[in-house]
């Protein structure tokens, strides 16, 4: 049986080797055993370049996880992920994504690669291929689509079900939020945010057409003043969410935004922006330009009289 290619297929795989597996040991279907897996299958597949060790080890600041081959030069591999990570979504996500790497790069990286909490979040293949396919096997892998999708049909998308879907998949917050991101036909946008500041962003496609997005990585965007994520509120607050008027987040159109601020010292919120599912037309967005433009002269006005 010849190997896959893709990280879709190498995905649909082991999924279906899963399936089989737990099915005839009576075992629950989630969450995957990432370490587990990526030890006995590459024995089977690849007996002559193993995974041999899945372990945490202090690394860098700032680096995630790690494709590492064994320095003997045996032809083994580990991969690793960084112990200071306390959420045990980050670490099988960040797993995951090491498996992706050797079973998709490690023949064109044989000295192993080295990804950072900004490779976890590159989706897009234009920007960093190989980053963005080992991502997209993690998401396939953790989140089967057809199981994933049957466990967010018909509810409406809120803070508290992208942790339920989490929970469920053993990944983090913010995977579970892009791997609804890349299915839904909803208008809307997570953006990540550090010390004050937008750290990175990613809009669904429903929202790309309309040309909603930010340009976190190319400049330094703070975040908007008014919105939940630069503001002290507490969590409950933040996770049950509020809707903003035009103007607060990018965009001339009311945002819904839920916020969840991470318990350490790194100041990151983690914030979903729902958008109107309707798009303005080019008469609705002319109009409200206008009275934007004209809420503006008035403030001016007003200020110059006093």
């Known amino acids: ?34 370490a587990a897996l990526a030890q006995d299958f590459s024995r089977q597949v690849f007996p002559d370049a193993p995974i ?39 670490r099988n996500f960040t797993l995951a994504h090491e498996l992706g790497h050797y079973l998709l790069h490690r023949q064109t ?55 339920e879907l989490a929970d469920r998949y053993a990944v983090s917050l913010t995977a579970a939020i892009l791997k609804w991101m890349t299915i839904t036909n909803k208008r809307a946008m997570i953006v990540v945010g550090k010390e004050g500041f937008i750290d990175w962003a990613w809009s ?15 400049s330094v965007i703070p975040l908007p003043p008014a919105s939940l994520a630069a503001q002290e509120v507490d969590g409950d607050t933040g996770r049950h969410g509020h ?21 350490g010292n790194d100041q990151m919120t983690i914030s979903l922006l729902l958008y109107p599912d309707q798009a303005p037309s080019r008469w609705e967005m002319a109009e409200l330009e206008e009275e934007a433009t004209l809420d503006t002269v008035d403030k001016f006005m007003g200020g110059g009289a006093g």
Not at 1 to 11: D, E
Not at 63 to 87: D, F, K, Q
């Open 1 to 34: 049986m010849s190997l896959p290619t893709t990280p879709q297929g190498w995905a649909i795989r082991l999924t279906k080797i899963l399936s089989l597996h737990q099915a005839a040991h009576g075992l629950p279907r989630f969450p995957i055993d990432v």
């Open 52 to 90: 041999t060790i899945v372990k945490g080890l202090l690394l860098s600041k700032g680096v995630e996880g790690m494709l590492m081959p064994h320095p003997s030069g045996s032809g083994e591999w580990g991969i690793v992920y960084n112990e200071t990570i306390r959420s045990p979504g980050r």
């Open 109 to 163: 990286n044989p000295g192993g690669l080295e990804c950072t909490s900004r490779n976890m979040a590159d989706w897009d293949e234009a920007r960093n291929r190989i980053e963005a396919e080992a991502n997209t096997f993690a998401s396939y892998l953790l989140m089967p689509l057809d199981d994933f999708r049957e466990q967010s049909k018909g509810r409406i998308i809120d803070i508290d079900v992208m942790t």
């Open 204 to 218: 669904s496609e429903p929202l790309l057409r309309s040309r909603i997005y930010y340009a976190a990585r190319q």
């Open 243 to 263: 809707r903003h008027p035009a103007g607060v987040w990018l965009g001339s159109e009311p945002v819904h935004e839920m916020t969840v601020f991470s318990p």
